[in-house]
C-alpha cells in the first residue's frame, strides 16, 4: 500500500511540475507587457525599465521560470498587477467561496441522480426509465449560462424566494448549486443507471434473492456498492472541475469564488492572478483525482496495491 | 445518522455566507469593481470613481473641463512655479486631522518615487521640486513652462504620517473625501459611508449584465450606471417601476487607421470610409438614440471643443467617388481587415460598419480577439482599421499623446503612426502658449487639421445613462460618469414615490 500511494503522490507532483511550466511559458507567449498594464502606455522609458528590473522581468525565461519555481516551493505567488495585494490573499478570499458552492451542487447532485438513476435501472424501458433519462438529456442539454438566468426569474424574479446574485445570506447559494447540480445530476444519473443495469444481471445478484433477501435489500446491500464505484471516479473528476472554479456559474451568479477570479483576471491582463488561479485549479484537479485514486483502491480489492511485480 | 447527514448538509447552506449590509444601505450596481483605493496606484476607470468619493483632491473640473480649485486656489508666480493655497476650512481625515500643505507634498513625494511604481509619475515628471510655505500653501516648482500643470493635480491626497508608514491604502484606504471606507465583505462588494449623514453607500459587481439588471429589478441593487448593452437600458427605461436619466457624456467612440497601410493610409480611402458610414442612423437603431455625433476628440462642450467643425457627412456616392480618385476602379476594390474586441455590442456595430462599407464597395474582414490580444495588436501597430473609444478625457494634452510623430508606441498612444508635420507644429505651438485663449484658437485649428487628415473617423459621444428603482432619489448623472451624484442619493419618502416622477430625462 505504501508503495501504491508514494508511486501515486509522486506522478501527481511530476503532474503538478508539467502544469506550473506550462502555464508559465504560456503566459509568457500570450502578446503583451506587465508593464504596460503596471504602469500605463505612456511611462516614461527609465521607469519602465527600472520596473522591469525590480519585477525580475529582464533575466532570460529559464531564469525566471527557475525564480518563479523556488518562490513557489515557498508559497509565494507574486502579487496582483492591479490590485497590488499579495494572490495568496486573493486565493484564500477566494476558495472557501468555490468550496462551500461546490460541496452543496455535489451534495444536490447526489440527492437528485441517485433516486433518479436507481428508478431508470430497476424499472428499465418503463415510463420512470424515460422520465428519468429525459431528464438527465435535459440537464446535459442545458447550459449554464442559460440554466443561471433562467433560475433567477423563476426563484428570485417570480418567487422572490432566493437572491438574484451573490453570497449574502444562507439562501444565496441554492440557485447557482442548484445550476451546477442538475448538470452533474444529468451526467450521475445516467452513470448509475447504466452501471447499476450492468450489475443487476450478475450472477451474485440472483444469489442474494435466492438466499432471501427482498430485491430492494438486494439492490441496496450489493448491487449499489458495486455500481458506485465507476461513478466514484466520475464524481471525482466532476468535484475537481467544482473546486476548480465553476467559471459560468460564478459569473452569472456574481459568486466570489475561484472561477470569478481567473475571469476578472485574464480580463484585465492580471498574469500573476491567472497563473496563480491556473495552477490552483491544477493543483485541485492532480489532488482530487489522486484521492480518487487512492479511494478507488480502498474501496475495490481486485485493484492491487502492491503494483505490477 | 440520517438526521445528523442533514443536519451536517442543511447547516453547510449557511456556512461561509457573507453578512449582509444593513437594510438601510443603498446599493450600486457595477460591472467592474474597483481593484485598487490607493489613488497613486489606480488607473482602472471604476477605481478613479470611487478614490474620488474617499479622497480630496488640489484641483476639479467645471462642465468644460476647465480646471477649478478643489481642495485650493493656485496663482502662477513665474511660468514654472506655481503656488497653491488650501481653502478653509480644510478637510479632516478619518482621526479628526486636518488636510495641510505637508500632506499634499509628502503624497506627490511619494507618487514621484519610483519605488512607488505610480502609473501616474510620467504625468508629473516635469515637477522639479515641492515646498511648502505655511501649513496651508504649497509651491510646485516645473522644469519646463506648462499651462495645463494644474489640470494635472487631481490626485487624491494621502495622510502624511500613514505615506511614512507605508500604510496600504490599496486595501485600506484613508483620505478626506466625503465618503469613508467602511468595509470589503468579499471580492465583488465595498462599502462606503457618508461622512456628513452616515448613509451606507454598497458597490456590488456584478459581472453579467442581464443579471445586473434582473438584481435591479429585484430591487437587491438600487442604481445601474452605465455598462449595459442598449437593448437593455431600453428595456429597463420602458419599466415604470425604474427611474431613467440620460445625460450627453464624453466617451469619444472612432475608427482608427494604420497609417503605414497602403490602402487606409491614403487620405482619400479615409475619407471614403467617412462618407460611407451612416453615424446617425447607428446612433439612432444601435444605441437607441444615446449618443451625439463627433467630429473632433473633445466635445463641444469642452473648452477647448469646436461647435462648427463640418464633418463627413453619409454620402455613398461621394465615397464611391473618392475610392475612384484613390485608384480604386472597375474590378479593384479595397478589401479591409477591420479589427475589434469580443464585446457583443461591438461586435454588433462592426457588422453594421462592414454592411455600409459593402454599399460603396470595400469588403471588410471582422477579426474580433480577446481584449488583450486586441489591445496588443493596436499597440503594436497589427491592424489596418480598428475601433475604439477614449473614455475620460479632460486635457488638451492628450493631442501629444496620439497624435504627435514622436508618440508612435512604446513613446506614446499614436497607435495608428500618423505624421503630420502640421499637426506636430500646432501641438507644439499650444503647448508653448500661455494664455487660455490662444490655446482655445490653436487646438481649435488643430483638431480642424485632425478632421481633415482623419488620423480617426470620429463616430460619437456616447451618452451616460443611469437608472435607479423609484425607492432613491437626488442622483444626478455627471459628463465623465464619475460618481458624485452619490453625494445627494438618499431614500425616497413614500410620498414622492408616485409614477409622475418615474421619468427623469435630462438630455
Known amino acids: 500500500m505504501p508503495h501504491f500511494i508514494l508511486t501515486r503522490i509522486i506522478s501527481a507532483l511530476v503532474g503538478l511540475l508539467g502544469v506550473v511550466s506550462l502555464v508559465f511559458f504560456l503566459i509568457h507567449m500570450i502578446p503583451g507587457d506587465p508593464i504596460d498594464v503596471m504602469l500605463g502606455e505612456s511611462a516614461l522609458a527609465a521607469d519602465r525599465e527600472a520596473l522591469r528590473q525590480g519585477l525580475g522581468l529582464h533575466l532570460p525565461l529559464y531564469e525566471q521560470w527557475w525564480n518563479y519555481l523556488t518562490a513557489l516551493a515557498k508559497a509565494d505567488f507574486g502579487h496582483s498587477l492591479f490590485s497590488g495585494r499579495p494572490i495568496v490573499d486573493l486565493l484564500l478570499e477566494r476558495i472557501p467561496a468555490t468550496l462551500h458552492l461546490s460541496i452543496i451542487a455535489l451534495v444536490i447532485a447526489i440527492i437528485i441522480a441517485l433516486p433518479l438513476g436507481l428508478l431508470a435501472a430497476t424499472r428499465q424501458h418503463s415510463m420512470y426509465d424515460y422520465g428519468s433519462m429525459g431528464f438527465a438529456l435535459f440537464g446535459m442539454s442545458i447550459p449554464n449560462f442559460w440554466m443561471g438566468p433562467l433560475l433567477i426569474l423563476v426563484g428570485a424574479l417570480w418567487l422572490g424566494w432566493f437572491p438574484v446574485s451573490g453570497r449574502e445570506g444562507w439562501n444565496a447559494v441554492i440557485l447557482p448549486a442548484l445550476t451546477l447540480g442538475t448538470a452533474m445530476a444529468a451526467i450521475l444519473a445516467r452513470m448509475i443507471r447504466s452501471s447499476l443495469l450492468e450489475i443487476l444481471g450478475e450472477d451474485f445478484l440472483r444469489t442474494a434473492r435466492a438466499k432471501g433477501l427482498s430485491s430492494l435489500q438486494a439492490i441496496f446491500i450489493h448491487a449499489l456498492p458495486n455500481a458506485l464505484l465507476p461513478v466514484l471516479t466520475l464524481l471525482g473528476l466532476q468535484l475537481g472541475g467544482l473546486l476548480g472554479g465553476a467559471v459560468i456559474t460564478e459569473t452569472v451568479f456574481a459568486w466570489p469564488g475561484l472561477g470569478l477570479l481567473m475571469i476578472e483576471a485574464i480580463q484585465q491582463r492580471d498574469y500573476p492572478v491567472v497563473q496563480a488561479a491556473v495552477l490552483c485549479i491544477s493543483m485541485t484537479y492532480i489532488f482530487v483525482n489522486l484521492l480518487t485514486d487512492l479511494l478507488y483502491a480502498w474501496l475495490d480489492p481486485r485493484i492491487d496495491w502492491q503494483g505490477p511485480s | ?507
Not at chain 2, 456556512?15 to 449590509?21: D, H, L, Q, Y
Not at chain 2, 472612432?254 to 446612433?283: C, M, S, T, W
Open chain 2, 1 to 507: 445518522m440520517t438526521i445528523i447527514w442533514f443536519f451536517i448538509f442543511f447547516i453547510s447552506f449557511a456556512w461561509g455566507c457573507t453578512e449582509s449590509a444593513p437594510e438601510s444601505t443603498i446599493r450600486i450596481g457595477l460591472a467592474v469593481a474597483p481593484t485598487n483605493l490607493d489613488p497613486r496606484l489606480a488607473t482602472d476607470a471604476p477605481s478613479a470613481r470611487v478614490n474620488r468619493l474617499l479622497y480630496s483632491r488640489l484641483v476639479d473640473f467645471a462642465e468644460d473641463a476647465t480646471p477649478i480649485p478643489a481642495l485650493a486656489t493656485w496663482e502662477i508666480l513665474n511660468s514654472t512655479h506655481y503656488r497653491f493655497h488650501l481653502i478653509e476650512p480644510r478637510p479632516t481625515f478619518p482621526d479628526g486631522t486636518q488636510l495641510t500643505a505637508q500632506d499634499v507634498q509628502e503624497t506627490y513625494r511619494s507618487l514621484l518615487d519610483p519605488k512607488t511604481a505610480s502609473p501616474h509619475r510620467s504625468l508629473f515628471h516635469n515637477i522639479s521640486r515641492i515646498s511648502t510655505a505655511s501649513e496651508s500653501t504649497i509651491d510646485f516648482f516645473l522644469l519646463h513652462p506648462d499651462p495645463l500643470f494644474p489640470s494635472y493635480l487631481v490626485i487624491g491626497i494621502l495622510p502624511a504620517n500613514l505615506i511614512a508608514m507605508n500604510h496600504p491604502f490599496h486595501v485600506d484606504p484613508v483620505g478626506s473625501g466625503p465618503f469613508l471606507f467602511q468595509q470589503r465583505p468579499d471580492a465583488t462588494r465595498l462599502i462606503l459611508k457618508r461622512r456628513n449623514d452616515a448613509q451606507l453607500i454598497e458597490f456590488v459587481k456584478v459581472l453579467n449584465p442581464t443579471v445586473r439588471t434582473l438584481k435591479l429589478l429585484a430591487g437587491e441593487i438600487h442604481l445601474l450606471q452605465n455598462d449595459l448593452p442598449p437593448e437593455l437600458v431600453t428595456y429597463l427605461s420602458e419599466n415604470p417601476s425604474i427611474s431613467f436619466q440620460h445625460k450627453e457624456g464624453s466617451k469619444f467612440s472612432y475608427i482608427g487607421f494604420n497609417h503605414q497601410d497602403p490602402v487606409v493610409g491614403q487620405n482619400l480611402v479615409r475619407k471614403a470610409i467617412a462618407h460611407a458610414i451612416n453615424r446617425e442612423q447607428i446612433i439612432q437603431f444601435a444605441l437607441g438614440g444615446r449618443a451625439r455625433l463627433a467630429q473632433a476628440l473633445f466635445p463641444p462642450n469642452h473648452w477647448v471643443g469646436v461647435s462648427q467643425l463640418e464633418g463627413y457627412s453619409y454620402d455613398p456616392p461621394r465615397a464611391r467617388k473618392l475610392l475612384r480618385q484613390a485608384g480604386f476602379t472597375g474590378e479593384r476594390s479595397p478589401t479591409l481587415i477591420y479589427k475589434t474586441s469580443t464585446d457583443p455590442f461591438r461586435l454588433r456595430l462592426a457588422t453594421i460598419v462592414q454592411e455600409q462599407l459593402q454599399q460603396v464597395g470595400i469588403h471588410m474582414t471582422i477579426h474580433s480577439h480577446d481584449w488583450g490580444t486586441f489591445y496588443g495588436d493596436i499597440k503594436a501597430g497589427h491592424f489596418q482599421m480598428y475601433s475604439l473609444a477614449w473614455v475620460g478625457l479632460k486635457t488638451p494634452d492628450i493631442f501629444r499623446h496620439a497624435f504627435h510623430s514622436q508618440s508612435i508606441p512604446p513613446l506614446g498612444v499614436n497607435r495608428g503612426r500618423y505624421t503630420d508635420t502640421l499637426t506636430d507644429d500646432l501641438i507644439a505651438e499650444a503647448e508653448r502658449t500661455s494664455g487660455a485663449n490662444q490655446q482655445q484658437r490653436i487646438y481649435q485649428s488643430l483638431q480642424a487639421r485632425l478632421l481633415e487628415t482623419l488620423p480617426y473617423v470620429p463616430l460619437w459621444y456616447e451618452d451616460n445613462v443611469a437608472l435607479s428603482t423609484t425607492a432613491i432619489q437626488g442622483y444626478t448623472l455627471k459628463p465623465d460618469g464619475n460618481f458624485d451624484g452619490l453625494l445627494h442619493i438618499q431614500w425616497a419618502t413614500s410620498s414622492t414615490i408616485q409614477p409622475q416622477i418615474v421619468r427623469q430625462t435630462d438630455s
